[in-house]
Nanobody, 126 residues
């Protein structure tokens, strides 16, 4: 069992920055690929960014590429999402999720993720 807790959300003006954190406890976090997903009101959940369990592979959705950066600190059992140049369309609840991996690339399918946090709200004002 892996327990995930997101933090760092809030209300900022367009163009501002936030840093989301996903703190893990439970099983060895370095065995898990991690993804950030988001869901805006009335919309489906979408993939934002992925990071591999250990080799540094990352993926960022086209809508956030160049503005958001995913990283992880396995020693600290934490994954981060640095969000710069925020736009009103980034407003959503952001979730982190963990996928147990045998050292493969992270899955792009949210149904592959075994554990989810409770989410943190991000609101960007124009």
């Amino acid at each position: 069992q892996v327990h995930l807790v997101e933090s760092g959300g809030g209300l900022v003006q367009a163009g501002g920055s936030l840093r989301l954190s996903c703190a893990a406890s439970g099983r060895i976090f370095s065995y898990y690929n991690v993804g950030w997903f988001r869901q805006a009101p009335g919309k489906e959940r979408e993939l934002v960014a992925l990071i591999n369990r250990s080799d540094g592979f990352t993926y960022h959705a086209a809508s956030v590429k160049g503005r958001f950066t995913i990283s992880r600190d396995n020693a600290g059992d934490t994954v981060y999402l640095q969000m710069d140049g925020l736009k009103p369309e980034d407003t959503a609840v952001y979730y982190c999720a963990a996928e147990l991996s045998a050292n493969g690339a992270p899955s792009f399918d949210s149904s592959s993720y075994d554990y989810w946090g409770q989410g943190t709200q991000v609101i960007i004002s124009s």
